[in-house]
């Protein structure tokens, strides 16, 4: 099994600043990687797939990049609706893994 | 656009049995791997369960493995989950996923 860790749970941040997020897979997951942020009581939304590629509708603020087993997610300049928690996925293969979640708290 | 769409939710006792399921559209659903999803109060989201794109494979986690069912119905686009023998611990949000999540989810909680 891929186990997918998140170093930081919590993350202080301010609005305007630029925030990254790690992510580091056990194995190789190749470029099969996505970022979700989820909000209190909401589905998670998905924001990045394929490492990389922003899914439709979300704010070019965010970006995600790596390859293999280290992915990081940027936010280039936080904004109020950016507070939130967000995971990693790995869907290199069937055994689906999640890392365990940064929260962006003030 | 991949549309993911949960339901059959709700309270059950511990014991008992319980089947959600998941309507799919915007993609061509017999051609896909499907997984079910679930993210249990205050925690991360973990995987349940993997149909291949035909049924013939699946494969569970250790937590639900000979309790849990997943199925698919592809001349309707239908993934269930039939939930047996359920425990507190099952209690959760539950959701389906092609690959990534797109739904809402099905909430199910185990309480007598």
């Known amino acids: 099994d891929i186990q997918l860790t998140q170093p930081l749970s919590i993350l202080s941040a301010s609005v305007g600043d630029r925030v990254t997020i790690t992510c580091r897979a056990s194995?190789?997951?190749?470029?099969?990687l996505a970022w979700y942020q989820q909000k209190p009581g909401k589905a998670p939304k998905l924001l990045i797939y394929?490492?990389?590629l922003l899914e439709t509708g979300v704010p070019s603020r965010f970006s995600g990049s790596g390859s293999g087993t280290d992915f990081t997610l940027t936010i280039t300049s936080l904004q109020p609706d950016d507070f939130a928690t967000y995971y990693c996925?790995?869907?290199?293969?069937?055994?689906?893994?999640f890392g365990g979640g940064t929260k962006v708290d003030i | 656009q991949v549309q993911l769409v949960e339901s059959g939710g709700g309270v059950v006792p511990p014991g008992r049995s319980l089947t959600i399921s998941c309507a799919a559209s915007?993609?061509?659903?017999?051609?896909?791997?499907m997984y079910w999803v679930r993210q249990p109060p205050g925690r991360g989201p973990e995987w349940v369960a993997f149909?291949?794109?035909?049924?013939?494979?699946?494969y569970y986690a250790p937590t639900v493995a000979g309790r849990f069912i997943i199925s698919r119905d592809n001349s309707k686009s239908l993934l269930y989950l039939q939930m047996n023998s359920l425990r507190v611990e099952d209690t959760a949000v539950y959701y389906c996923?092609?690959?990534?999540?797109g739904g809402q989810g099905t909430l199910v909680t185990v309480s007598s």
């Open positions: 996925q790995q869907y290199d293969n069937f055994y689906l893994s």
């Open positions: 194995q190789s997951v190749g470029k099969w």
């Open positions: 394929e490492t990389s």
């Open positions: 915007g993609f061509d659903f017999p051609e896909f791997a």
């Open positions: 149909i291949s794109f035909e049924g013939s494979n699946t």
């Open positions: 996923a092609r690959d990534t999540l």
